[in-house]
T-cell receptor
Framework: DADVTQTPRNRITKTGKRIMLECSQT?????MYWYRQDPGLGLRLIYY???????NKGEISDGYSVSRQAQAKFSLSLESAIPNQTALYFC?????????????FGPGTRLLVL | AQTVTQSQPEMSVQEAETVTLSCTYD???????LFWYKQPPSRQMILVIR??????QNATENRFSVNFQKAAKSFSLKISDSQLGDTAMYFC???????????FGTGTRLTIIP
C-alpha cells in the first residue's frame, strides 16, 4: 500500500552495527506496528504504538527499540545487529476506532546481517 | 494466548479452478476479527478479506470468499476461477477486538498452474 512507506527497502549490515528502519504513513492512522517475518514462522510483532506517547513491546522485542517521532512516523532500531536478526521487517498501521481493526502494511524492508 | 494454524504449507491448482485454503485458530474470546492476507513475490502484504466474529454471514470479495465456522474455530478461504496472479503466500491472521496485534499463521504457498 503506497500510503505506508518503509526505508530502506533492502539493507546489508555487519554484526554489531546500529541501524534504523523507518516507516511513514499518510493514512492518518493513530496505531502503528513493527513485525518481523522469518521463513516458516509467519509474522511476529516486535513493537506497537497506539499514539505518539504510547509504546508497547510485542512478543519479540529483545534487541530492538522504537521511536514514534510523530503520528505519521515510527522507527525501528537495532542497537547492535546480530545475524539472527536477518529477516523481512514490516511496518503496519490501523485506525484507532473500534471496529476498524484492519492493519495495512508497508512494502517491507529486507535486512541481512553479516 | 491466541494461536493460528495453517496445515497446508503448499498447494497448487490449475488456472480457472477453485481452491480452498484452510485455517484454524484457538481463542477463548468471543469478539475478534479474522483476516486473509496475500503476499505475492513482490513481498507486499495485501489484505484479501476480513471477517468479524459476531457476523454469521460469510464475507465475500469478488472471487474470494470465506467459510467461517465459529464453533469449530475454522476460517477457510475459497478462491474461485483462480488466476495466475493469485500465485502467492496466503496468511491467515487473527486479532482481538481492540487490535493490539495480529497473530499470523505460518502461511500456505499457493501456485496457480497455467
Amino acid at each position: 500500500d503506497a500510503d505506508v512507506t518503509q526505508t530502506p527497502r533492502n539493507r546489508i549490515t555487519k554484526t554489531g552495527k546500529r541501524i534504523m528502519l523507518e516507516c511513514s504513513q499518510t493514512k492518518g492512522h493513530d496505531r502503528m506496528y513493527w513485525y518481523r517475518q522469518d521463513p516458516g514462522l509467519g509474522l511476529r510483532l516486535i513493537y506497537y504504538s497506539f499514539d505518539v506517547k504510547d509504546i508497547n513491546k510485542g512478543e519479540i522485542s529483545d534487541g530492538y527499540s522504537v521511536s514514534r517521532q510523530a503520528q505519521a512516523k515510527f522507527s525501528l532500531s537495532l542497537e547492535s545487529a546480530i545475524p539472527n536478526q536477518t529477516a523481512l521487517y514490516f511496518c503496519a498501521t490501523s485506525p484507532a476506532a473500534a471496529g476498524q481493526e484492519t492493519q495495512y502494511f508497508g512494502p517491507g524492508t529486507r535486512l541481512l546481517v553479516l | 494466548a491466541q494461536t493460528v494454524t495453517q496445515s497446508q504449507p503448499e498447494m497448487s491448482v490449475q488456472e480457472a479452478e477453485t481452491v480452498t485454503l484452510s485455517c484454524t485458530y484457538d481463542t477463548s474470546e468471543s469478539n475478534y476479527y479474522l483476516f486473509w492476507y496475500k503476499q505475492p513475490p513482490s513481498r507486499q502484504m495485501i489484505l484479501v478479506i476480513r471477517q468479524e466474529a459476531y457476523k454469521q454471514q460469510n464475507a465475500t470479495e469478488n472471487r474470494f470468499s470465506v467459510n467461517f465456522q465459529k464453533a469449530a474455530k475454522s476460517f477457510s478461504l475459497k478462491i474461485s476461477d483462480s488466476q495466475l496472479g493469485d500465485t502467492a503466500m496466503y496468511f491467515c491472521a487473527f486479532t482481538l477486538f481492540g487490535n493490539e496485534k495480529l497473530t499470523f499463521g505460518t502461511g500456505t504457498r499457493l501456485t496457480i498452474i497455467p
